[in-house]
T-cell receptor, first 113, second 115 residues
Framework: AQSVTQPDIHITVSEGASLELRCNYSYGATPYLFWYVQSPGQGLQLLLKYFSGDTLVQGIKGFEAEFKRSQSSFNLRKPSVHWSDAAEYFCAVGYTGGFKTIFGAGTRLFVKA | DVKVTQSSRYLVKRTGEKVFLECVQDMDHENMFWYRQDPGLGLRLIYFSYDVKMKEKGDIPEGYSVSREKKERFSLILESASTNQTSMYLC??????????????FGPGTRLTVT
C-alpha cells in the first residue's frame, strides 16, 4: 500500500538558517508529489508539486524540493528561514489512476529569533 | 483565486446530535473531499465526490455520510455525533475527476467539539 513518512514531528530552526524537511514515500511507479503548508488556524496551501521532468522543483515563498527516485524521497528545502515560515508542513503523494492523495503526518516548524 | 468556504470555523455539539458541515467551492471543480485532521495522524480521507450525487468512501467513512446535490456544495453529515469525532474537518476541491495528479484547494477548516 502507498504510504508517506515524515520522520520529524517537529523541527526548530533559527531565523536565517537553512531548512530541510524530510519526506519518504512508498509507491512502485513515479508518483505525483506535493508539499503543502498549513499556517495556524488555516487550511492547507500548496507550496510546490512534482509530476515529471526536472527533479528539482521551485515553489512559492522561496521553497524548493528535490525528487530522488533512488531514495524514494521528496525533501523540502529553504536556504534562509523567516519567522513567518513557522507552520505545519505536509508531504503528500498521489498516484496514476488513483483519486486519493495520501498525506504524511506533518512536520511542525518552529522558528526562533 | 479558487475559494473554498466552510460554514463554521468552530462548532460545539452534544453527543447524539446530527451534525451538518457545509462546504462550497466557487471554481467549478469536479472533485470534492472531506478530511479529518488529528495531531500526529495527518489528514485522513472520509469521503470523496467526483460528480453531483456521486461519492466514494475514503479511509474512515464509519459514522459519516455525505451529500452532493449541487456541483459547488459538498456536505458532511455526522448521523449521531460521538466524542471520538471531535476533530478538525477540512474540505477540499480539485479540478479533474479520478486523478490524484492535481492540487487540492482547501477550506479553512471546522473545529468540531462533541461533548
Amino acid at each position: 500500500a502507498q504510504s508517506v513518512t515524515q520522520p520529524d514531528i517537529h523541527i526548530t530552526v533559527s531565523e536565517g538558517a537553512s531548512l530541510e524537511l524530510r519526506c519518504n514515500y512508498s509507491y512502485g511507479a513515479t508518483p505525483y508529489l506535493f508539499w503543502y503548508v498549513q499556517s495556524p488556524g488555516q487550511g492547507l496551501q500548496l507550496l510546490l508539486k512534482y509530476f515529471s521532468g526536472d527533479t528539482l522543483v521551485q515553489g512559492i515563498k522561496g521553497f524548493e524540493a528535490e525528487f530522488k527516485r533512488s531514495q524514494s524521497s521528496f525533501n523540502l528545502r529553504k536556504p534562509s528561514v523567516h519567522w513567518s515560515d513557522a507552520a505545519e508542513y505536509f508531504c503528500a503523494v498521489g498516484y496514476t489512476g488513483g483519486f486519493k492523495t495520501i498525506f504524511g503526518a506533518g512536520t511542525r516548524l518552529f522558528v526562533k529569533a | 483565486d479558487v475559494k473554498v468556504t466552510q460554514s463554521s470555523r468552530y462548532l460545539v455539539k452534544r453527543t447524539g446530535e446530527k451534525v451538518f458541515l457545509e462546504c462550497v467551492q466557487d471554481m467549478d471543480h469536479e472533485n470534492m473531499f472531506w478530511y479529518r485532521q488529528d495531531p500526529g495522524l495527518g489528514l485522513r480521507l472520509i469521503y470523496f465526490s467526483y460528480d453531483v450525487k456521486m461519492k466514494e468512501k475514503g479511509d474512515i467513512p464509519e459514522g459519516y455520510s455525505v451529500s452532493r446535490e449541487k456541483k459547488e456544495r459538498f456536505s458532511l453529515i455526522l448521523e449521531s455525533a460521538s466524542t471520538n469525532q471531535t476533530s478538525m474537518y477540512l474540505c477540499a476541491s480539485s479540478l479533474t475527476p479520478w486523478t490524484s495528479g492535481y492540487e487540492q484547494y482547501f477550506g479553512p477548516g471546522t473545529r468540531l467539539t462533541v461533548t
